[in-house]
C-alpha cells in the first residue's frame, strides 16, 4: 500500500484544456525563440562581414571601382558610392538585429511567465526547460 503526500498529488493533477492551451502556446514560443536566436546569429555573423567589409574598403585605391553586391549579382562601382552603401546596408542590418532581439525578448517573457503558473499547478511533473 501506498501512502499518499503532496507530492503525489502534484503528479496526479488534472490537466484541463486551458492547462493545455498553455502547454501549446509555450512549445509554440520556445520553437519561435530558437528560430529567432538562430536569424540573430546569422544577422551577427553578417554584420562582422560587413565590419570586415568596412576595414577593406578603407585600405582600397580610390581610382579603382569595387565590385559590390546588389541582391544576387555583383556590380563595379566606386569607392565612395559603395561605402556608402556599406553604410546604409550597416544600419539596415542593425534595425533588423534589435528588432530580433525585441522579439525574443518579449518571447522570454510570456515564457517565463506561463512557467510560473504551469510550474504553480504542476510542480515537478511538468519540465519546461530544454
Aim: net charge negative; glycine share 2%.
Amino acid at each position: 500500500m501506498r501512502m499518499l503526500d503532496s507530492k503525489d498529488d502534484e503528479a496526479d493533477a488534472e490537466v484541463t484544456w486551458e492547462d493545455q492551451q498553455r502547454i501549446n502556446t509555450f512549445s509554440k514560443y520556445n520553437t519561435r525563440l530558437s528560430d529567432l536566436e538562430d536569424a540573430l546569429e546569422q544577422k551577427k555573423q553578417e554584420k562582422e562581414a560587413l565590419d570586415d567589409l568596412s576595414t577593406e574598403l578603407e585600405l582600397a585605391d580610390e581610382d579603382e571601382p569595387v565590385i559590390y553586391k546588389v541582391g544576387d549579382a555583383f556590380v563595379h562601382i566606386p569607392l565612395a558610392e559603395a561605402q556608402q552603401r556599406l553604410e546604409k546596408d550597416q544600419e539596415a542590418l542593425e534595425n533588423e538585429i534589435s528588432e530580433l532581439r525585441e522579439r525574443i525578448e518579449e518571447c522570454e517573457t510570456t515564457m517565463k511567465e506561463l512557467k510560473v503558473i504551469l510550474y504553480g499547478k504542476f510542480g515537478k511533473a511538468i519540465n519546461l526547460d530544454e
